[in-house]
């Protein structure tokens, strides 16, 4: 996936690394992408290895220690790679996964004080997100390209029906229901 973003965004045009990154953030993309720094400058170490991309402009920098910083630009072996990436992309299926999924069964056991409060912590973290996404969409939808549309308006249903689910979960935990432990066979 990660590589899938490095060349979309450069078919768009030439950028550093941190410009990549910094574009991903100023889009919003980093709350649906999880994308970490050094996933990104591997990323964008195998794509140039393997052709995908190459070296656009160097930018010297004088009379300091930090080094030179490369634009990259996508060749067109790399257009290639990213049709065939985005083809994959699309052809995936998925499960929603979400974090608190994996401690679900096991809550009977833990403190209950101390999952109610990380119950709200997810909420207000959803309800933050939703309130951002809104605000995106408002503000950029009718500038945006299709598919950017899209993206938004999928995560905003998607913490929606987060925001419902984190709801009866709180109530469950409210009413000690979601600490019954049911006798395993």
Same mark, same amino acid.
């Given at each position: 996936?990660? %590589?899938?973003l490095v060349? +979309?965004?450069?078919?768009? %045009? /030439?950028?550093h690394?941190? *410009?990549? !990154?910094q574009t991903i953030?100023?889009r919003?993309?980093?709350?649906?992408?999880?994308?970490q720094?050094g996933?990104l400058?591997?990323a964008? /170490?195998q794509?140039?290895e393997?052709g995908f991309? $190459?070296?656009a402009?160097?930018?010297r920098?004088?009379? *300091?220690s930090r080094p030179?910083?490369t634009v990259y !630009?996508?060749?067109?072996e790399?257009?290639?790679?990213f =049709?065939?990436?985005?083809d994959?992309?699309?052809?995936?299926t998925?499960f929603p996964?979400h974090?608190?999924?994996? @401690?679900?069964p096991?809550?009977?056991? +833990?403190?209950?004080?101390?999952?109610?409060i990380? =119950?709200?912590?997810?909420?207000?973290?959803?309800? @933050?997100? =939703? $309130?951002?996404?809104k605000?995106?969409?408002?503000k %950029?939808e009718g500038?945006?390209?299709?598919?950017?549309?899209?993206?938004?308006?999928?995560?905003? %249903?998607f913490?929606l029906?987060e925001k419902e689910w984190?709801? $009866?979960?709180m109530?469950n935990?409210?009413?000690?229901q979601?600490?019954?432990?049911?006798?395993?066979?």
């Amino acid at each position: 996936m990660v %590589k899938l973003l490095v060349l +979309g965004l450069l078919m768009e %045009k /030439d950028r550093h690394p941190y *410009d990549i !990154r910094q574009t991903i953030i100023g889009r919003n993309w980093h709350l649906t992408f999880k994308v970490q720094d050094g996933s990104l400058y591997y990323a964008v /170490d195998q794509l140039r290895e393997r052709g995908f991309i $190459e070296a656009a402009e160097i930018i010297r920098n004088s009379g *300091d220690s930090r080094p030179d910083k490369t634009v990259y !630009r996508i060749t067109e072996e790399g257009r290639a790679a990213f =049709l065939e990436l985005l083809d994959k992309q699309m052809s995936q299926t998925a499960f929603p996964q979400h974090p608190i999924f994996a @401690a679900l069964p096991f809550l009977a056991r +833990g403190d209950r004080d101390q999952t109610r409060i990380h =119950l709200k912590k997810q909420y207000e973290a959803c309800v @933050a997100r =939703l $309130e951002m996404l809104k605000g995106v969409s408002a503000k %950029k939808e009718g500038a945006l390209p299709g598919g950017a549309v899209q993206l938004i308006r999928g995560m905003l %249903k998607f913490s929606l029906a987060e925001k419902e689910w984190l709801e $009866e979960v709180m109530h469950n935990a409210e009413s000690g229901q979601l600490f019954d432990p049911k006798p395993s066979g």
